[in-house]
C-alpha cells in the first residue's frame, strides 16, 4: 500500500504550524481605492449639477427671478463663535480616557534585503558598504499592541504574532510618541498573540482585563489602535458586540487552513494597523485584542464592519504562559495525517477498506516510534473519526479538539483500522517538541 502514498495530497502535521488569521498589516494605499472615491465624488458633482439646474429652470418659469437683491454693506463681517460651553463627558470618552495610555504603537523591524546592483557588479562595492547594508533595519509593518502589567521596570505589552513575525527587532511608540526599544517575551502562532517587554519606567498607565464571558450581544465596543501607523495612534472607533463567539478559519503561511478560532465580532471599523489593539468595553476595560477583519468574500463583494478579536479570557490564559514559559505547551499525537475528503471513494474502499457510511474523518499517513498515537496502536492508514467522543470532520476540528486538553490527559479515540471500527484511549505524553527533537526522519515530525 506504501505505493499510493502519492495518492494523497496536503498532508499536515498535528504540530504547532505558523498560523495567520486574516492579518491586518498597514498597507499601502492602491490606485483602486482613490479611483472609486474620484468615482464617487464625480457622481456626486453631477447629481448636484443637476439639482441646481433644475432648481434655476424652475425659478425661472415661477415668474421669482424679478426679486432684487437688497443692497447691504461689505463692512459688518462680524461673525463670531459661541462662548458658550459643552460639557460633554460620555461613558465612551471616560472609557478612553482611562485606557489612552497603555495603547503603543509597535513596528517591526527587518533587515534590508539589498544588494549592490548592476552598478555594483561593474564597477565593485567595497565589503565594509556590503556589510552595513545586510545590517541595516528597515520598517517592514506596523501594528498596535496594549501595556498590561508592569514589574518594577519592566512593562508587559500584549500584541498579535503576525504583527512581530519575521522581525529582527521590534519598535514601541508609546501613545506620548516616546519610541522605546522592545524585547520579545514569547509568541503563539495558534492563538495569534505574542508579548514584548520594554522598559517601563516613563509608563504610568497599565490596562485591566474584562471577562469576555459577560460580554453582550449589542453592548458598546470601542476599538482602539493605530490604524495605518503610528501617525494615526490611540484612534477610537466605536460600535458595538455583533456576537460573542464567532468560528473564523485559520490558515499558515502557505494558505492551508490548520485550524478555527473562537472570536468576538464587533462593527467597530479595524482598519490595517489596528492589529494588536485593544476592544474595550464603556468601563474601560479589555475584552478583547482585535486581530483581523473581513474586507471582502470569496467572490469579491465588498464587507464593512466585520472585525474580530480574539476574547479577553484566552488571552489572559495565553499571555500567562508566555511570560511564564517564552511559549504555550501543548500535547501532540505524533502523526501526520490529511482529510479523509481528499481520498477518492476508490481509494477509500481498496485501499482503506472504509465502510460506506464512513464519510469524515483524518487519514494517519505516518505515526512516529514511541508517540501517543503508535502506543494506542495507529498505524499507517488508519482513520480517526472521534476524539475524546467529539466528531472529526476534518484536520482542523481534529487539531482544535487536540488542543483543549492538556500535556498527561488521557482521551479516547475512534478510529478504523482495515475497515474495522476500534476505539483506544490515549496518554498525550507528548509535546509536538519533543516529538520533533526524538524524531529520525522528516516525514515523521509531528
Known amino acids: 500500500m506504501d505505493n499510493n502514498n502519492n495518492q494523497f495530497n496536503n498532508q499536515q502535521h498535528d504540530h504547532n504550524e505558523e ?45 421669482m427671478n424679478d426679486t432684487a437683491v437688497p443692497a447691504g454693506s461689505n463692512s459688518t463681517g462680524n461673525t463670531k463663535t459661541s462662548n458658550v460651553n459643552v460639557n460633554v463627558s460620555s461613558q465612551s470618552t ?22 549592490s546592483g548592476t552598478l555594483g557588479q561593474l564597477f565593485g562595492s567595497s565589503s565594509s558598504s556590503n556589510s552595513k547594508s545586510k545590517s541595516e533595519l528597515e520598517e517592514a509593518s506596523e501594528g498596535s499592541g496594549v501595556i498590561y502589567k508592569k514589574d518594577g521596570n519592566v512593562a508587559y505589552i500584549v500584541t498579535n504574532n503576525h504583527v512581530v513575525s519575521g522581525s529582527s527587532a521590534l519598535r514601541v511608540v508609546t501613545s506620548s510618541g516616546k519610541q522605546l526599544q522592545a524585547k520579545l517575551v514569547g509568541k ?54 455583533s456576537a460573542k463567539k464567532r468560528t473564523i478559519e ?81 500535547p501532540a499525537l505524533g502523526i501526520t495525517y490529511v482529510d479523509l475528503a481528499n481520498v477518492s471513494s476508490a481509494q477509500q474502499k481498496s485501499i482503506l477498506k472504509l465502510p460506506s457510511n464512513v464519510e469524515n474523518g483524518v487519514v494517519v499517513m505516518s505515526a512516529s516510534a514511541g508517540s501517543p498515537a503508535k502506543k ?8 480517526i473519526t472521534a476524539l475524546g467522543g467529539h466528531q472529526i470532520s476534518d484536520q482542523s476540528t481534529l487539531r482544535d479538539i487536540l488542543y483543549k486538553y492538556k500535556l498527561n490527559d488521557k482521551v479516547s479515540i475512534t478510529y478504523y483500522h482495515n475497515g474495522k471500527k476500534k476505539t483506544s484511549t490515549i496518554k498525550l505524553t507528548e509535546t509536538s517538541s519533543q516529538l520533533k527533537s526524538s524524531s529520525t526522519t522528516a516525514t515523521s515530525e509531528s
Do not use: C, H, W
Open 376 to 383: 494506542a496502536g495507529l498505524s499507517k492508514y488508519d482513520v
Open 19 to 63: 498560523t495567520t488569521p486574516t492579518p491586518e498589516p498597514r498597507k499601502r494605499r492602491g490606485g483602486l481605492t482613490l479611483t472609486k472615491v474620484a468615482v464617487t465624488a464625480a457622481v456626486a458633482g453631477l447629481l448636484g449639477g443637476g439639482v441646481a439646474y433644475g432648481g434655476i429652470n424652475y425659478f425661472n418659469n415661477s415668474g
Open 188 to 241: 503563539d502562532s495558534v492563538t495569534d498573540l505574542a508579548v514584548l517587554k520594554v522598559n517601563g519606567s516613563s509608563l504610568k498607565t497599565v490596562a485591566s482585563f474584562g471577562n469576555s464571558d459577560n460580554i453582550k450581544v449589542g453592548e458598546t465596543a470601542l476599538a482602539i489602535g493605530s490604524p495605518l501607523g503610528s501617525q494615526y495612534a490611540t484612534s477610537l472607533t466605536q460600535g458595538i458586540i
Open 250 to 330: 485559520t490558515t499558515n503561511s502557505s494558505g492551508t487552513q490548520t485550524g478555527n478560532a473562537t472570536v468576538i465580532q464587533t462593527d467597530a471599523a479595524i482598519n490595517p494597523g489596528n492589529s494588536g489593539g485593544a476592544l474595550i468595553n464603556v468601563g474601560g476595560q479589555v475584552v478583547g485584542i482585535t486581530s483581523s477583519k473581513i474586507a471582502s468574500d470569496a467572490e469579491g463583494t465588498s464587507v464593512e464592519g466585520m472585525g474580530f478579536a480574539i476574547p479577553s479570557n484566552e488571552v489572559v490564559n495565553i499571555i500567562n504562559q508566555l511570560v511564564k514559559n517564552g511559549k504555550v505547551v501543548r
Open 94 to 115: 471616560k472609557a478612553f480616557n482611562k485606557v489612552k495610555g497603555a495603547m503603543v504603537s509597535v513596528i517591526n523591524l527587518q533587515k534590508e534585503n539589498s544588494s
